[in-house]
C-alpha cells in the first residue's frame, strides 16, 4: 500500500531531513519525492511505501501532523487511492 | 507517480474549500422486527440497529483518517416505522421513537431516521398514529427525524394528509418553542421521497431496499464556487463543462469512501447521492455558486435558469463518476443552512416565491425556511400542496421542511446552531386557502403526456 505524503508551508532548514527521519523509524520507505521552492513557499510531495510499516497508517499520519504543526507546516498523510480515484478515470 | 498538480488540487479543495464527504448513512430494514407485543417489537428494533450498526462510526473515523477527507455524519435510516407500528395497533407509536433514539445514542450517529409514513394514496393501519405522535416524538427525542410521503406522480397527492401535515407542522414546533422551534427542523413532508435517500432528516429505508445498505451522500458547494471564480471570462457553456468536471472529481471521492465503507462493514453498497450540500460554513454555499456565475444576489431574476444548470450539470458530470447513482441528487438550498441564502434572505433579494419557483429545477424543495410563528396551519398546507403538485407534475423529489418560528415575526431570527445553522423570518402570503384544504380528498394523478 502505498501514500502520498504533502508538505507545504515556509522554507527552512531540515524538513526533508525530519519527514524522512520519521518514515525511517517506521520502516515506511521513501519511494519518490518532488519538491519546489517557489519564493520562500516549500512545496514537497512524497510518496512512501507503507506495507512494512511497523505502526498503524494512522499514527504515522498523527506523528507527521505533529512534526507539521512543530515546524508551522500543513502536513498531509494521505492514501494513494484518493487520488487515483478523483483525477483518473 | 501521481500528477502533483492533481495532489495538491486535492489538498486545496479539502483544506480551503470545504471538500467533504457529507454524510455515511447505513440503511437497515426493521421488516423482521414486526410483533404484535410492543415491547417484544421495540427491543428488536434496539437490538438490531445496535448489532449492524456497531461499527458504522468508527469505520468512518477510520476511511476519514486513512483517506485524509472529512466525513461529517454517520447516520442511520431505517424502514418507515408506520409500517412496523402497524402490527401493534393499540399502543402509541411513539415507543418505537424511543428505541430509535436509545439505539442512535449507543451506537454514536447524529441522526437516526425513518420516523416515517407513506400515505400518498390513503393511510394504511399504523399512519395515522405515527402522524399523531410526530410531534410529542420530536419534542422529546434527540437524535430522531421523521417524514411523511403525502403525493407522488402515479398516485397524486393525498389532500387528507396535506391537511394534516400543516397542523402537524404546527404543533412541532409550538411543542418545541423554548428551543428556537427546532423539532420542526426535523420533520420533512415530500412527494416522490426516494427510498435511498442518505441525507436527514428524510431519509428512511424503503421498503424495496435490501436489509441493510450503506448510501453515501457528498458534498462541495465550496469547491464548484472556487472553479467558477478561478474561471472568469467562459461562457454559459463553459461555466456548465466546468461544473461538470468538478462535480465528477466530488463524485469519485464519494464512490471511493462508499465502497470503501462497504468493504470494511461487510454491508452492500447502494447509493452515491450526488448533492451540492452546503454548510452554514461561510464559502460553502450554493448561493455564493449562483452569485459567482454573475447573479448580485441570489434571488435575483435570472436565479431558478441558473439553478436549473447548476443542478444538471452537477447530475451529468456526477453519474459517470459513480457506479449507483440515487437519493435525491442534486444541489441542495436549505435557506438557514447555507450562508449565501441567509444573507439573500435578510437583505430581502430572496423571497418564498421566487425559492419555490427554484424548487422546480433542483432537488429537494423548500427547505429550512423560518416562517412567521403566527402563520396558521391551513396556510402551511397550502405551501405544501403547491409544493408537492410541482413534484408530481414534474416527476421529481419536493419536500417541504418549514418551521414556524413561534412568537416571532419577520425580521426576527431562529438560531439552531451546527449543521442546522439560523436564518430570518421569511414573509408569508397571508390569504386563505382554507376552503380549498379543507374539503380533503385526493388530487388525481397527473397526465404523463402531452407535456407542456
Redesign the interface.
Given at each position: 500500500m502505498r501514500a502520498?505524503i504533502?508538505v507545504?508551508g515556509k522554507d527552512m532548514v531540515g524538513i526533508l531531513a525530519r519527514v524522512s527521519t520519521i518514515c525511517a523509524e517506521n520502516q515506511v520507505n521513501v519511494i519518490?519525492v518532488?519538491q519546489s521552492v517557489l519564493q520562500d513557499m516549500f512545496?514537497m510531495?512524497m510518496?512512501v511505501d507503507i506495507s512494512k510499516s511497523t505502526i498503524p497508517?494512522?499514527d504515522l499520519?498523527d506523528r507527521l501532523t505533529e512534526l507539521g504543526t512543530s515546524m508551522n507546516l500543513?502536513i498531509?498523510?494521505?492514501?494513494?487511492?484518493?487520488?487515483?480515484?478523483?483525477?483518473r478515470i | 507517480m501521481i500528477n502533483s498538480h492533481d495532489i495538491l488540487e486535492t489538498i486545496n479543495m479539502i483544506d480551503n474549500e470545504n471538500l467533504d464527504v457529507r454524510t455515511i448513512t447505513m440503511g437497515i430494514s426493521l421488516l423482521d422486527c414486526v410483533d404484535s407485543d410492543q415491547k417484544t417489537a421495540c427491543d428488536k428494533v434496539y437490538d438490531k440497529i445496535c448489532r449492524y450498526a456497531s461499527n458504522l462510526v468508527r469505520t468512518g473515523e477510520d476511511i476519514s483518517k486513512d483517506y485524509g477527507i472529512p466525513i461529517i455524519n454517520k447516520r442511520i435510516s431505517v424502514t418507515p416505522i408506520s409500517m412496523i407500528a402497524a402490527a401493534c395497533p393499540s399502543k402509541s407509536p411513539a415507543h418505537f421513537a424511543q428505541a430509535l433514539d436509545r439505539a442512535a445514542k449507543e451506537v454514536g450517529v447524529n441522526f437516526i431516521g425513518g420516523y416515517s409514513a407513506l400515505v400518498h394514496k390513503g393511510f394504511g393501519p399504523g399512519d395515522y398514529a405515527l402522524i399523531e405522535s410526530i410531534p410529542e416524538v420530536l419534542s422529546t427525542t434527540s437524535f430522531v427525524c421523521s417524514s411523511v410521503n403525502v403525493g407522488t406522480t402515479k398516485a397524486g397527492i393525498n389532500m387528507d394528509a396535506v391537511g394534516k401535515m400543516g397542523r402537524v407542522i404546527r404543533e412541532c414546533a409550538e411543542k418545541t418553542a423554548d428551543r428556537d422551534c427546532i423539532g420542526a427542523a426535523k420533520l420533512v413532508v415530500f412527494c416522490n421521497a426516494p427510498e435511498d435517500n442518505p441525507f436527514m432528516a428524510g431519509a428512511f429505508h424503503g421498503p424495496g431496499e435490501p436489509d441493510c445498505v450503506i448510501n453515501v451522500g457528498v458534498s462541495g458547494p465550496g469547491v464548484v464556487r472556487a472553479a467558477l471564480a478561478k474561471a472568469e471570462d467562459c461562457d454559459i457553456t463553459g461555466i456548465a463543462d466546468l461544473i461538470k468536471k468538478t462535480a465528477f472529481k466530488i463524485t469519485r471521492m464519494g464512490q471511493l469512501v462508499a465502497q470503501e465503507a462497504s468493504r470494511r462493514l461487510f454491508v452492500p453498497f447502494g447509493i452515491v447521492d450526488l448533492s451540492l450540500a452546503p454548510t452554514p460554513a461561510v464559502g460553502d454555499s450554493v448561493a455564493y455558486i449562483l452569485e459567482e456565475m454573475g447573479l448580485e444576489a441570489c434571488g435575483a431574476h435570472g436565479t431558478t435558469a441558473a439553478l436549473a444548470l447548476l443542478n444538471d450539470a452537477v447530475k451529468k458530470g456526477g453519474i459517470m463518476a459513480s457506479s449507483h447513482v440515487g437519493g435525491l441528487s442534486g444541489a441542495f438550498i436549505p435557506v438557514t443552512e447555507d450562508a449565501g441564502m441567509i444573507e439573500a434572505a435578510r437583505r430581502g433579494s430572496l423571497t418564498l416565491n421566487k425559492l419555490e419557483a427554484m424548487t422546480a429545477v433542483c432537488s429537494v424543495g423548500l427547505d429550512m425556511i423560518a416562517i412567521p410563528g403566527d402563520t396558521p396551519a391551513e396556510v402551511i398546507s397550502g405551501i405544501i400542496a403547491d409544493e408537492a403538485a410541482i413534484g408530481m407534475v414534474n416527476s421529481k423529489t419536493t419536500a417541504v421542511r418549514l418551521i414556524p418560528a413561534i412568537g416571532k415575526q419577520v425580521g426576527e431570527e431562529l438560531n439552531f446552531g451546527g449543521l442546522l445553522g439560523g436564518g430570518p423570518v421569511m414573509e408569508v402570503n397571508r390569504y386563505s386557502p382554507q376552503r380549498f384544504i379543507q374539503r380533503g380528498g385526493r388530487i388525481p394523478a397527473p397526465l404523463q403526456s402531452l407535456k407542456n
Open positions: 502520498v504533502t507545504l519518490e518532488t512545496a510531495i510518496m497508517f494512522s499520519a500543513t498531509h498523510t494521505m492514501h494513494e487511492d484518493i487520488f487515483n480515484s478523483m483525477h | -
